[in-house]
């Protein structure tokens, strides 16, 4: 089974230039989560999606990233203007099969972006 | 306000000694816990798991405690190896459909040969 394909693996940028990211999450999964991890801190989740529907945003900083889900398949996150803060490991992870009530289990991530903003 | 804390940055072990990473969490709706463990340039894997009905899980060399009127749990790794060495998260949810994933900070463990 192909696991959660991530790309690019590492971007530099400048300040106030924008950057995107590209997911492929495992077939079947429903759910797709992008998560932020700063140096020595945990992942901290940027957006969850359901298919392509959002669940959870609320830690999105909406002034400057974007994200969104075609068909319930890949994602794409933006961010412009990207700002020094900016300059983590974005993580994209999915779970479970669609359909039915199967709950929540683990979450299987990708290699992630490091994205770094000079 | 972290909601899952881990409160060693790092831990050293011996190879062939127990390893026994900490985690604590202030929400006490969580009822679904997981490890994970992440080496550099890789994205975490997923090492463990525990629901709130239970207080041990084992798989192997790892076990993992929860201990809900504390709203603690820990993972044990017995006997540590070198591959063992990695940054290992402590992560919680509350299960259900559509819930995400709430991250402590990690804890870097070193297993010396």
């Known amino acids: 089974e192909a696991g959660v394909a991530q790309s690019p693996r590492y971007k530099i940028i400048e300040k106030r230039q924008s950057v995107a990211f590209w997911c492929n999450p495992i077939?079947?999964?429903?759910?797709l989560y992008w998560y932020q991890q700063i140096l020595g801190q945990g992942p901290k989740l940027l957006i969850q999606f359901q298919n392509n529907g959002v669940v959870d945003d609320s830690q999105l900083p909406k002034d400057r990233f974007s994200a969104e889900r075609l068909k319930g398949v890949d994602s794409t996150l933006k961010i412009q203007p990207a700002k020094l803060e900016d300059s983590a490991v974005y993580l994209c992870?999915?779970?479970?099969?669609?359909?039915?009530?199967?709950?929540?289990?683990?979450?299987?991530f990708g290699q992630g972006t490091r994205l770094t903003v000079v | 306000d972290q909601q899952v804390k881990q409160n060693s940055p790092s831990l050293s072990v011996q190879e062939g000694r127990i390893s026994i990473l900490n985690c604590d969490y202030t929400n006490s709706m969580f009822d679904y816990f997981l490890w994970y463990k992440k080496y550099p340039a890789e994205g975490p894997t997923f090492l463990i798991s525990i629901s709130s009905i239970k207080d041990k899980n084992e798989d192997g060399r790892f076990t993992v405690f929860l201990n809900k009127s504390a709203k603690h749990l820990s993972l044990h790794i017995v006997p540590s190896q070198p591959g063992d060495s990695a940054v290992y998260f402590c992560?919680?949810?509350?299960w259900g459909y559509g819930q995400n994933f709430v991250f402590g900070p990690g804890t870097r463990l070193s297993v010396l040969p």
């Open positions: 992870a999915s779970s479970f099969p669609s359909g039915g009530v199967r709950m929540n289990t683990e979450a299987f």
């Open positions: 992560a919680a949810t509350i």
């Open positions: 077939s079947g999964h429903a759910t």
